[in-house]
């Protein structure tokens, strides 16, 4: 299977390996580049000249659990070690347009969950283990700070919640996670 399933589902197991990512049965599985994350990064002329390299920032493998009204779609998303000019890798970031909550669990590495509410920026610690808690109206993006592994979380999201990129241009995500020697520090998004 490669895509999602048409409802109505029947009751089905979903195995995943936390080493690889791989989700049996499958869903899509999306690819993210830097050609994919326009905007996002503090120092744009970097991104430029990296827009073509085909390295993989993120990746995304769903089930084949469809993003429809009452169902409950999980995805598994595997962020790349590396920084641009000193920001960590990173996901996108989004907005869900129909507000509800969503959970992380963290699966291999370690990470940080950003979010943002248009006003306050917040950041959880997420490794192996660790449910990250995304409320209601919180733009959530999530974050690399190892300088060598993979960092591997499980997503679950309401199907009906919908995804806004559009507001993380808009709005920012109230702050950038950037390297300090071998940690890392939070900046002001426009710092
Ligand atoms: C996650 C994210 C996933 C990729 O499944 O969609 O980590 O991040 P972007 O969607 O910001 O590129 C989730 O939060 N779903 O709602
Ligand atoms: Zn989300």
């Known amino acids: 299977m490669s895509g999602y399933a048409t409802p109505p589902l029947r009751p089905f197991q979903i195995t995943f390996d936390a080493a690889t990512a791989v989700v049996d049965p499958a869903g899509p599985v999306l690819t993210r580049r830097m050609a994919d994350l326009e905007g996002l990064f503090r ?10 390299s085909e390295k993989v920032v993120y990746s995304v493998h769903s ?9 409950l779609p999980q995805s598994i998303t595997t962020i790349s070690p590396g ?17 509800q909550g969503e959970i992380y669990l963290g ?8 979010l943002f509410d248009g006003a306050e920026h917040a950041w959880l610690d997420m490794s192996p283990g660790t449910i990250g808690y995304i409320p209601p109206g919180w733009a959530h ?5 190892s300088a060598d592994e993979p960092y591997r979380f499980l997503a679950v999201y309401p199907g009906s919640a919908g995804h806004d990129y559009q507001w993380v241009l808009d709005h920012g995500m109230g702050a950038r996670a950037v390297r300090l020697g071998d940690a890392f520090e939070l900046v002001p998004y426009g710092g």
């Open 43 to 52: 120092d744009q002329r970097a991104w430029q000249e990296l827009r073509g």
């Open 107 to 114: 699966l291999t590495g370690t990470g940080g969950l950003l």
């Open 83 to 99: 920084e641009l000019s000193g920001e960590l890798f990173m996901t996108k970031g989004h907005q869900h347009p129909d507000p």
């Open 63 to 71: 089930s084949p659990v469809p993003e429809t009204p009452r169902e």
């Open 141 to 145: 993006r999530s974050v690399n700070v």
